[in-house]
Nanobody
Framework: QVQLVESGGGLVQAGGSLRLSCVASGRTFTNYAMGWFRQAPGKEREFVAAISVSGSRTYYADSVKGRFTISRDNAKNTVYLQMNSLKPEDTAVYYC?????????????????WGQGTQVTVSS
């Protein structure tokens, strides 16, 4: 497994922006596709976005498409989630995940590695 540490969460007003970061360590970062997931209180964890090893492929949940952007810097072992036009319904704990298979990030919660999560709260 690779160790993942998220940061960048916080409290923001509706319409605002945040950028989440996830730093990986312990294994070769370029062996892993990366993804972001979120879990709101009382709800199941859900997929948000995924990015391939090279960064050439990205995939988004319909609920965030056009507002969120996933990117990665392989030189810094870091994946980012830029979140714009935030809505109260985006409030959740956001988790970073890694898996050798890009397809797995898009279709499953049974992934190789998970971070501890960072809280994002959007006020109305």
């Amino acid at each position: 497994q690779v160790q993942l540490v998220e940061s960048g969460g916080g409290l923001v007003q509706a319409g605002g922006s945040l950028r989440l970061s996830c730093v990986a360590s312990g294994r070769t970062f370029t062996n892993y596709a990366m993804g972001w997931f979120r879990q709101a209180p009382g709800k199941e964890r859900e997929f948000v976005a995924a990015i391939s090893v090279s960064g050439s492929r990205t995939y988004y949940a319909d609920s965030v498409k056009g507002r969120f952007t996933i990117s990665r810097d392989n030189a810094k072992n870091t994946v980012y989630l830029q979140m714009n036009s935030l809505k109260p319904e985006d409030t959740a704990v956001y988790y970073c995940a890694a898996d050798p298979t890009y397809y797995a990030l898009k279709t499953s919660l049974k992934l190789d590695s998970w971070g501890q999560g960072t809280q994002v709260t959007v006020s109305s």
